[in-house]
């Protein structure tokens, strides 16, 4: 079973927190995908990553001086979003650690996929933004289906707790077989499922710590999953979806 993330947009360097364990796996497409940003402009950066002046001229500077092998962070110590946040990746056990880098894969939109003890540099690139490289329309057409083979290989069972922008990059390219499970967290209104995203972006923290303090090996184990006052309903759920909600 592979479990599928999405990054988030803040991100540190802290090169000698923890031991990075590889490079990423499609390093020369993330030196692609840099080539092409180091050629913009600052108002062309700017516009593509589509945030104040403050955040642009710092990713700016990053990408002028961007080195992609030296001076890393491991990926799941670099990010550091809500998500992250709940994790709390830094005061993993080490058996923690190991099963998170077997089982977790963060989805990137400049990496295209990294493991957990993956070498990262920070950087700034959603998924959804309009960058035409090498002949392409965005990045889901650059990275067609690249990421999905390398999160399905092995028995195809994939846990989705990716926000669309980035389970696309996935869920498009499914074939017969594979098992792709989706984890909705949210609260019944008027009968109704509605999902919150910063309560979301907690608990599916939450969830991957869950998963690693359990040893989980399969999506069924996911459905014991009861921190933040949330509860598997089994009769909102089906094989493609485990929804929670908050009680």
Same mark, same amino acid.
């Given at each position: ?15 000698d927190?923890?031991?990075?364990? @590889?490079?990423?796996v ?20 700017k ?10 001229? @710092?990713?700016? !500077?990053? %990408?002028?001086?961007m ?8 990926? =799941? ?16 056990? @080490? ?10 894969? =963060? ?16 950087y ?24 999905? !083979? ?7 069972? =994939? ?5 669309? @922008? ?7 390219y ?10 909705? %967290? ?5 009968g109704?499922? !509605? ?8 608990? !599916?923290?939450?969830m ?35 929804? %929670?909600?908050?009680?």
């Open positions: 079973m592979k479990i599928i993330i999405s990054p988030a947009k803040k991100m540190k360097s802290e090169p927190l923890y031991p990075c364990r @590889e490079l990423p499609f390093l020369a497409e993330a030196r692609q995908l840099a080539d092409w940003i180091q050629k913009l402009t600052y108002q062309e950066a516009e593509l990553w589509k945030c104040s002046d403050a955040i642009a001229k @710092e990713n700016f !500077r990053r %990408f002028q001086d080195d992609l092998k030296r001076g890393l962070t491991p990926a =799941i110590l670099s990010y550091e979003g809500i998500q992250y946040q709940y994790m709390a990746p830094a005061v993993f056990e @080490e058996r923690e650690i190991s099963y998170i880098q077997e089982h977790l894969r =963060i989805l990137s939109g400049f990496y295209g996929v990294v493991r957990p003890l993956d070498g990262v540099t920070p700034r690139l959603e998924m959804q933004a309009k960058a035409m490289v090498a002949g392409t329309r965005d990045l889901y057409e650059f990275w067609g289906d690249r990421i999905y !083979r390398a999160v399905a290989e092995g028995d195809g069972t =994939i846990l989705n707790l990716a926000s669309k @922008e980035y389970s696309r990059c996935v869920e498009k499914r074939v017969p077989g594979d098992r792709f499970v989706t984890c909705v %967290f949210g609260e019944l209104t008027d109704k499922v !509605r999902q919150k995203g910063t309560l979301a972006k907690m608990a !599916r923290g939450e991957v710590r869950y998963l690693a303090q359990t040893g989980a090996a399969d999506p069924e184990d996911a459905k014991g999953f009861d921190h933040l006052g949330y509860r598997f309903r089994e009769e909102l759920s089906g094989p493609e979806e485990y929804v %929670f909600i908050k009680e």
